[in-house]
């Protein structure tokens, strides 16, 4: 059965440096992988996604993904914290040819000032 | 460009009753998913619907269950509401059914079930 996991509930980053959210996933095939985040009382938004191709994959709001198939996993990044970065970081994951796109726990972020 | 759209935003339920959350996709989108997120946890697949049919289902009872229109809004129906079925319902459309096809979120609707 496919799966992904966020082993990090809660991420604590100082403005200004680089944060990383993990992700590692259990999929057949080749996996199609996704970012999204999600703000107090919001739905979820885009980030980015993986599909094939390079293994880094850049996305919104200056957010980037690093696919490692022999890892197995992809995990966020962002060179330099914003303060608004605060927020709930899901990572997302399916089969080539399913239909069905399940989602990890979720990772709390912190950025402070 | 209108974005997927979801209502009602909240709504208290009592036990045992039915609810139905309804859901616009997103402009172009022609399959629909929905999702539960219960409080602290990730958003778990309930189904996914195109064509106006349920092409997969998630690990939820017979008491979920739903609907898509010819114009591909839909609906999510629950029956005999229990306390544990209080969370937030996510909607989400895609331009065609298939994990490599990205999902957009609606805002959600929050049940509360008393």
């Known amino acids: 059965a496919q799966s992904v996991a966020q082993p990090e509930d809660q991420v604590n980053v100082a403005e200004g440096n680089p944060l990383t959210v993990k992700c590692t996933y259990s999929?057949?095939?080749?996996?199609?992988l996704f970012w999204y985040v999600q703000y107090p009382n919001r739905g979820l938004q885009f980030l980015l996604k993986y599909i094939t191709g390079d293994n880094l994959v850049k996305g919104s709001y200056g957010f980037e993904a690093e696919f490692n198939k022999s890892q197995t996993s992809f995990h966020l990044k962002k060179p330099s914290a914003l303060v608004s970065d605060s927020a709930l970081y899901f990572c997302a994951g399916g089969d080539t040819g399913g239909f069905k796109t399940i989602f990890g726990a979720g990772t709390r972020l912190f950025v402070k000032a | 460009d209108a974005g997927v759209t979801q209502s009602p935003t909240h709504l208290i339920k009592t036990r045992g009753q039915q609810v139905t959350l309804r859901c616009s996709p997103k402009?172009?989108?022609?399959?629909v998913s929905w999702y539960q997120q219960a409080l602290g946890q990730g958003p778990q697949f309930i189904f996914q619907?195109?064509?106006?049919?349920?092409?997969q289902r998630g690990n939820f009872p017979d008491r979920f269950s739903g609907h898509q229109f010819p114009n591909y809004s839909s609906e999510l129906n629950v029956n005999a509401l229990l306390l544990g079925d209080s969370a937030l319902y996510l909607c989400?459309?895609?331009?065609?059914?298939?994990?490599?096809?990205?999902?957009?979120f609606g805002e959600g609707s929050w049940l509360t079930v008393v």
């Open positions: 619907y195109y064509e106006e049919e349920e092409r």
């Open positions: 999929v057949s095939g080749n996996p199609y």
């Open positions: 989400a459309s895609s331009f065609s059914p298939g994990t490599g096809n990205t999902i957009y």
């Open positions: 402009s172009g989108h022609d399959t």
